[in-house]
């Protein structure tokens, strides 16, 4: 399959599921979630979509588990909007980066405040002197 119908695929995908938790699945445990990405195979046949989750760590397990009985419903629907022969098995996964992005934050942070509060430190010795 060509790399740019398996892209225009992913797109797609991420696009109608985006969708989808919008404005179609009414589950009450699904808080806050973003599609961050979709991975197809080149034979169409499997999709892993990850998905960015917030909000509380009991917040985040009770929307995956909304996400992950709301599979077949997705896939369903996502069926009907694709209009292929064979709809892709869909998997949830969750993206990290973006808590990964926010722990490297604090740390670059917590770094440059360390390095302020010692400039100080030696900004006060230097004027004792």
């Known amino acids: 399959m ?17 969708q989808m938790l919008l404005r179609d699945l009414k589950d009450t445990r699904l808080g806050f979630v973003t599609v961050t990405e979709v991975a197809v195979t080149g034979d169409l046949r499997e999709a892993t ?3 960015s989750l917030f909000g509380s760590d009991e917040e985040k397990e009770k929307s995956f588990a909304a996400l992950q009985n709301a599979t077949g419903f997705i896939r369903t629907e996502l069926g009907k909007r694709l209009q292929v022969r064979h709809t892709p098995e869909i998997t949830f996964a969750v993206d990290r980066s ?6 490297i934050e604090r740390v670059l942070k917590s770094i440059k405040d360390k390095e302020e509060s010692q400039n100080r430190r030696e900004g006060a010795v230097d004027e004792d002197q």
């Open 98 to 103: 973006i808590d990964y992005g926010d722990h």
């Open 2 to 18: 060509s790399q740019l119908r398996v892209r225009k695929m992913q797109e797609f995908i991420k696009q109608e599921i985006g």
């Open 49 to 51: 979509v990850y998905v």
